[in-house]
Nanobody, 119 residues
Framework: QVQLVESGGGLVQTGGSLGLSCKAS????????MGWFRQAPGKEREFVVA????????TYADFAKGRFTMSRDNYKNTVYLQMNRLQPADTAVYYC????????????WGQGTQFTVSS
């Protein structure tokens, strides 16, 4: 079992920046693909970014390219999501996930962290 706890949500103005963290416990994350997903009010959860357990360059959703940066620190068992040039459309609950593959079909999920981008 992997327990994931996200932090860093809050309120930010349009054009601002915000960083999220996801701390894992229970198992080391260096054998898991790690990802960020989000769910906006009234919408389905959608993929944001993920990075394989081997590291390398993360895979980003189109809306995240150039604005969001995901990183992982296996020694701290933590992944991060730095978000810049935020827009109201980025308002959502952001979830961290761990999975044995990049398909994230049978994942461990955090409880989510909410942030709102004010216009």
């Amino acid at each position: 079992q992997v327990q994931l706890v996200e932090s860093g949500g809050g309120l930010v103005q349009t054009g601002g920046s915000l960083g999220l963290s996801c701390k894992a416990s229970g198992r080391a994350i260096n054998v898991y693909a790690m990802g960020w997903f989000r769910q906006a009010p009234g919408k389905e959860r959608e993929f944001v970014v993920a990075i394989s357990w081997t590291g390398g360059y993360p895979t980003y959703a189109d809306f995240a390219k150039g604005r969001f940066t995901m990183s992982r620190d296996n020694y701290k068992n933590t992944v991060y999501l730095q978000m810049n040039r935020l827009q109201p459309a980025d308002t959502a609950v952001y979830y961290c996930a761990a999975d044995s593959s990049m398909s994230f079909q049978a994942s461990y999920w955090g409880q989510g962290t909410q942030f709102t981008v004010s216009s």
